[in-house]
């Protein structure tokens, strides 16, 4: 059974920077697409950050610039470097897979594989 295991979440002030980690216990394919999503109490889970098997990478505007979703294969980890944190940042964010498959998408119906989530706290 595949698991996905986040880190690096924490408490950093606004203009702060953090790394979130993603530790996939298998890639049981060649063809991926993995992604970074967030969520607040009351709010509908999205998307931050994806890429898949050949490179590919998106963002959504509101992170643009500030967020770079990368991989380590050797590592079977996914990162998520986010930097200029705002208050508005602040929500438990998860790491997302889906084998098989290829092309980024912050959709979270797209995704089959979630872990358990990190919280990231920005103050002002």
């Known amino acids: 059974h595949m698991q996905l295991v986040e880190s690096g979440g924490g408490s950093v002030q606004a203009g702060g920077s953090l790394r979130l980690s993603c530790v996939a216990s298998d890639y049981p394919s060649n063809l991926y697409r993995m992604g970074w999503f967030r969520q607040t109490p009351g709010n509908e889970r999205e998307g931050v950050a994806s890429l898949d098997s050949a490179g590919s990478t998106v963002y959504p505007d509101f992170v643009l610039g500030r967020f770079t979703i990368s991989r380590d294969n050797a590592k079977n980890s996914l990162y998520l470097l986010m930097n200029s944190l705002k208050p508005e940042d602040t929500a438990m964010y998860y790491c997302?897979?889906?084998?098989?498959?290829?092309?980024?998408?912050?959709?979270?119906?797209?995704?089959?594989?979630w872990g358990q989530g990190t919280q990231v706290t920005v103050s002002s």
């Open positions: 997302a897979a889906r084998y098989g498959v290829i092309g980024t998408s912050t959709t979270p119906s797209l995704y089959t594989h």
